[in-house]
């Protein structure tokens, strides 16, 4: 019987992509938010909870918002958590770190991260860090909106896979209720965000549109920490001066206006953001 001979060609057919965390990947969860909108509700509880605590339902049962994130980023692996907070008394910042240390510094490498001043989302992530010097990659998400985070991982692949300092996860089925939908638009392969009109009040000419896919913001973004950070010193450096930094509606849509690669990975689910009472009404909220 004569043997065949394999060709390299073919050998390297035979391959996949490892699905899973890398070591030493650490969870960046933003909760240093007023929750101004909450507050302006009649409510007693929301005008006196700290936004990320208010009690939501949950398959695990009734738990503060940023327990569900906690315990979702414990459960597909993440041994690394990082909670970004801030001094500013409405935030409830001993409040929100008196209970992540409870919740999970037992099953985790918990660190606290709270800013002296008001940073914005991009800015907070860029201080954490800076204090996190090992970390090969960093997964943000805010911690009231509630990503599908078991898919993740396979974010975490793709983003890996490309050259892209963040990728914004997104979704096409953002379900009834999403706010700020189909603000964002793909490549015609979905790999890249190519327009980003989140939380700006402007359109697309119809023209620029085709073959283009209409998506919306899921909240989570990954970062590859130095090109992040040195992308992020680049935009600080053009500011006025220094301030806020958010990192949805204004450093991602800059960057890619200055033509660096945005990556896009599409969660096909939808990613509610609980933000407003009339969000977190519809969700399902538990009493405390």
Not at 30 to 53: I, Q, W, Y
Not at 72 to 90: H, K, N
Not at 242 to 262: C, K, N
């Amino acid at each position: 019987m004569t043997e065949r001979s394999t060709t390299p060609t073919t050998v390297q057919y035979y391959t996949s992509t490892l699905i899973r965390l890398p070591e030493r990947a650490v969870a960046l969860v933003l909760a240093g938010g007023r929750g101004t909108r909450l507050r302006a509700a009649h409510d007693p509880e929301l005008r006196s909870t700290p936004k990320v605590l208010v009690p939501i339902d949950t398959t695990n049962g009734p738990m503060p918002m940023l327990g569900h994130a906690l315990t979702q980023l414990i459960a597909i692996g993440v041994r690394r958590i990082a909670v970004l907070t801030s001094s500013d008394p409405a935030t409830g910042a001993q409040d929100v770190e008196a209970y992540a240390h409870t919740h999970c510094a037992r099953q985790v490498e918990l660190t606290i991260h709270r800013e002296h001043q008001p940073l914005g989302t991009a800015g907070a992530a860029y201080a954490a860090l800076a204090n996190l010097p090992d970390t090969p990659l960093a997964v943000l998400l805010p911690a009231d909106t509630l990503i599908p985070v078991a898919l993740l991982p396979a974010a975490v692949a793709a983003h890996r896979a490309r050259p892209a300092a963040v990728t914004w996860t997104v979704t096409t089925s953002p379900g009834p209720g999403a706010q700020n939908t189909g603000r964002l638009f793909l490549s015609p392969g979905g790999e890249q965000v190519v327009h980003a009109l989140e939380g700006v009040n402007a359109t697309l000419p119809a023209g620029t549109r085709q073959n283009l896919r209409q998506a919306t913001s899921a909240g989570a973004v990954i970062i590859t920490p130095g090109r992040f950070c040195a992308l992020f010193e680049e935009y600080a450096q053009r500011l006025a001066g220094p301030g806020e930094a958010d990192l949805y509606r204004q450093f991602m849509p800059w960057a890619i206006s200055q033509g660096h690669t945005v990556g896009a990975y599409d969660l096909r689910a939808p990613a509610p953001d609980l933000g407003t009472p009339e969000r977190l009404a519809a969700f399902g909220r538990t009493a405390a």
